[in-house]
């Protein structure tokens, strides 16, 4: 099942991961075989997997160096999404222009 998956409310969950609302953010945890909540938060109904199961939504702060490399979310404004080699500094997110937190999606 690969990252970035999307699903709707309704769909039975094929694997156990972290789930991202497309539509505000919220993170949440979905064990496999159990079926896509609208989110609480917004409503929305569509859900893109950001990691499986096991893989942490570990946040890391601008400004710090990454112990692994990997995938991260900005969690200011959750609409970037950048690359970051082991040993690399992270940056302050280029879409809302602050310093951040970045939450591992995936790590490569
Ligand atoms: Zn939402
Ligand atoms: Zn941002």
Redesign the pocket.
């Known amino acids: 099942m690969p990252v970035f998956s999307r699903f709707r409310t309704g769909d039975v969950n094929p694997e156990s991961g972290l789930f991202l609302?497309?539509?505000?953010?919220?993170i949440i945890p979905l064990s496999k075989g159990e079926r896509f909540p609208p989110?609480?938060?917004?409503?929305?109904t569509t859900w893109m997997m950001v990691a499986l199961a096991g893989e942490a939504g570990r946040k890391y702060q601008t400004g710090t160096r990454s112990p692994v490399s990997g995938l991260f979310i900005c969690t200011n404004c959750w609409g970037q999404i950048i690359p970051i080699a082991r040993d690399e500094v992270f940056p302050p997110c280029a879409s809302c222009k602050e310093g951040t937190d970045w939450q591992l999606i995936v790590s490569a």
């Open positions: 609302c497309t539509g505000c953010g919220e989110c609480a938060d917004c409503g929305s």
